[in-house]
């Protein structure tokens, strides 16, 4: 395992990436702690400043390109920000079971399984974590 591949990309990627390690280690918290407690929701919004960070600095990554430089995943960024909206939304006016659910399905969608695909062979975690 090296960090070298990851570190030594555009800057976007890197960003990226911890960017999504870190949403992806406060996000299991978020889901075991307590709900509406100061704490949850303080670190639900270093969260939400997190996943703005990896749906937008998606839109700087041009590694698979279908359709110009864009991809399918750069539907699931844009997806990303409204559902975003949405949840914090739904947190604002108290509807808590939108909020919750919203927020898993951002977590299990943006992080879990996007985050798999980048460890298919060819893409950079995958050196990362495999070599070479």
Same mark, same amino acid.
Request: glycine residues 8%; aromatic residues 10%.
């Given at each position: 395992?090296?960090?070298?591949?990851?570190?030594?990309?555009? /800057?976007?990627? $890197?960003? !990226?990436?911890?960017?999504?390690?870190?949403?992806?280690? *406060?996000?299991?918290?978020?889901? %075991? @702690?307590?709900?509406?407690?100061?704490?949850?929701?303080?670190?639900?919004?270093?969260?939400?400043?997190?996943?703005?960070?990896?749906?937008?600095?998606?839109?700087?990554?041009?590694?698979?390109?279908?359709?110009? /430089?864009?991809? $399918?995943i !750069?539907?699931?960024?844009?997806?990303?920000?409204?559902? *975003?909206?949405?949840a914090?939304? %739904? @947190?604002?006016?108290?509807?808590?079971?939108?909020?919750?659910?919203?927020?898993?399905?951002?977590?299990?969608?943006?992080?879990?399984?996007?985050?798999?695909?980048?460890?298919?062979?060819?893409?950079?975690?995958?050196?990362?974590v495999?070599?070479?």
């Amino acid at each position: 395992m090296s960090l070298a591949p990851l570190l030594d990309a555009a /800057p976007a990627i $890197p960003l !990226h990436a911890f960017a999504a390690m870190a949403a992806f280690i *406060l996000g299991s918290i978020q889901l %075991a @702690a307590p709900k509406g407690t100061l704490p949850h929701r303080t670190l639900g919004w270093i969260w939400v400043i997190l996943m703005l960070l990896v749906a937008g600095s998606s839109f700087w990554i041009h590694q698979i390109r279908l359709v110009g /430089p864009w991809s $399918p995943i !750069h539907l699931l960024s844009i997806f990303t920000l409204a559902m *975003l909206a949405l949840a914090v939304t %739904a @947190a604002r006016t108290h509807n808590v079971r939108r909020h919750r659910y919203t927020m898993i399905g951002i977590f299990f969608g943006a992080l879990i399984i996007a985050g798999l695909f980048t460890f298919m062979p060819g893409r950079i975690m995958h050196a990362v974590v495999f070599g070479q």
